[in-house]
């Protein structure tokens, strides 16, 4: 089985809420990850983290902020974004490290208004 | 700047034919090599990943890979019409996060 689950699957936030995107995965993987894709895109990637320690943040702004509570979830929360960060945010995960064969959940489609 | 190309297409072929799509990579250091396919609106899901040189080959997919060349490419064969999709080029190198290419269109006419 290798499924990573989402939630929610959509979200409509103003600038000035707070709000969290979840992914699960019970594959056994130590590695998770968030990564931002706009429309016609690559997805880009965000954090990464690697046995419950974040190991990666690609500049992101503090107003993404993740979490790891345990090796099988990963959170993002969302505090005064900006329209911009409108986008669909994946989740994905591998065996142990970035080599390792990625697998990304359904996604979460933001919209900021 | 570690660079992975691919041409954004559309990539035209009629179903049953063999789509061929291609990936070229700039850091010769790059380890492992992966294919994804994404529909509109979905989530990237992984095809085919290969880390030696040579064919790999899983159903109507191959991947090949050629280090000395720096080129990855993916081969469907029996082409589908849901087959219809962007496919994504992922490469990875001791050190870094993984590399997307921009993504090749593929359309399987019936």
């Known amino acids: 089985d290798t499924e990573v689950t989402q939630t929610p699957k959509h979200l409509v936030m103003g600038m000035t809420n707070k709000k969290s995107l979840k992914c699960e995965q019970h594959m056994g993987h130590r590695a998770m990850y968030w990564y931002k894709q706009k429309a016609k895109k690559p997805p880009e990637l965000m954090f990464v983290y690697s046995y419950e320690k974040l190991s990666i943040n690609e500049s992101v702004p503090s107003r993404f902020s993740p979490e790891c509570p345990n090796s099988s979830l990963l959170n993002l929360h969302l505090h005064a974004l900006q329209p911009e960060d409108s986008a669909l945010y994946l989740c994905?995960?591998?065996?142990?490290?970035?080599?390792?064969?990625?697998?990304f959940g359904p996604g979460t489609r933001l919209t900021v208004t | 700047q570690k660079e992975v190309e691919q041409n954004s297409g559309p990539l035209s072929v009629p179903e049953g034919a063999i789509a061929s799509l291609n990936c070229t990579y700039s850091d010769r250091g790059s380890q492992s090599f992966f294919w994804y396919r994404q529909y509109s609106g979905k989530s990237p899901e992984l095809i085919m990943f290969?880390?030696?040189?040579g064919d790999k080959e899983d159903g109507r997919f191959t991947a090949q890979l050629n280090k000395a060349s720096q080129y990855v490419s993916l081969l469907i064969r029996d082409s589908q019409p849901s087959d219809s999709a962007t496919y994504l080029c992922a490469v990875h190198q001791a050190g870094t996060a993984l590399i997307f290419g921009k993504g090749t269109t593929l359309s399987v006419s019936s």
């Open positions: 290969i880390y030696s040189n």
């Open positions: 994905a995960s591998s065996q142990a490290g970035v080599g390792d064969e990625q697998y």
